[in-house]
């Protein structure tokens, strides 16, 4: 079974920074691309950041040059230090991991941790 656990969201003013974390747990046999999504309420989920196993970062339009994604593939964990943030990134920031397990054979899992709830507020 393999866990994503977040940590880091809170209430911030606008202008602040936040600094998420994600440590990717239990049994499996490896992570390709790790990433945050984001849902605000009455809205879809969307793409924030995703890092290739080899540190190729990829950001949504609207967090680049502000949202930084980075991981340590030795401690499992991914982060997304987040700065000049704005009333509109409030959201639950989820988690993402492309995992790979064995069972019988080496399968493919999207992992999603319970996500973290950013609010930006003055």
């Known amino acids: 079974q393999v866990q994503l656990v977040e940590s880091g969201g809170g209430v911030v003013q606008p202008g602040g920074s936040l600094r998420l974390s994600c440590v990717v747990s239990g049994s499996f046999y490896s992570i390709s691309d790790m990433g945050w999504y984001r849902q605000a309420p009455g809205k879809q989920r969307e793409l924030v950041a995703v890092?290739?196993?080899?540190?190729?970062?990829n950001y949504a339009d609207s967090v680049r040059d502000r949202f930084t994604i980075s991981r340590d593939n030795a401690k499992n964990t991914v982060y997304l230090q987040m700065n000049s943030l704005k009333s509109e990134d409030t959201a639950n920031y989820y988690c993402?991991?492309?995992?790979?397990?064995?069972?019988?054979?080496?399968?493919?899992?999207?992992?999603w941790g319970q996500g973290t709830l950013v609010t930006v507020s003055s």
């Open positions: 890092m290739t196993k080899g540190g190729s970062p």
């Open positions: 993402n991991a492309a995992v790979a397990v064995i069972d019988g054979g080496i399968h493919a899992l999207d992992a």
